[in-house]
């Protein structure tokens, strides 16, 4: 998977896009170019901790990334508990929902 959705295309996937709840993230998801975006909220803590879940989020989806059949546009939207999760606990959790996701993909 790539990184770097344009703003427009992060809002578009983030407002309209098909969810899926996890402990430690939520999916949002549309068809397109395979591509990842981030929301981590103040919610989750100061600046720096917050950068921190992102970079963590970051790595977990390198870790779990597989190719999907059918290619999406994904925003991956932190939830306060990611900050003092274990990174073997969120790779599960992220794959667990990837799964999910590719699953309500596929039965359309």
């Known amino acids: ?28 998801a549309l068809p397109g170019e395979g591509r990842v ?7 989750v803590g100061s600046i720096a901790r917050r950068n ?7 790595a977990a989806v390198r ?11 994904i925003v991956v939207g932190a939830r306060p508990e990611a900050a003092d999760a274990d990174f073997i606990e969120i790779v599960a959790d992220l794959k667990q929902a990837l799964t999910k996701m590719r699953e309500r993909w596929e039965s359309e």
């Open 37 to 43: 975006g981030f929301a981590v909220s103040r919610k």
């Open 1 to 28: 998977m790539k990184t770097g959705l344009t703003r427009a295309r992060f809002e578009e996937v983030f407002s309209t896009g098909k969810r899926v709840q996890a402990k430690f993230c939520r999916l949002m």
């Open 63 to 73: 870790e779990c990334a597989e190719p999907p059949d059918r290619e999406l546009d």
């Open 52 to 58: 921190r879940v992102r970079r963590r989020l970051a």
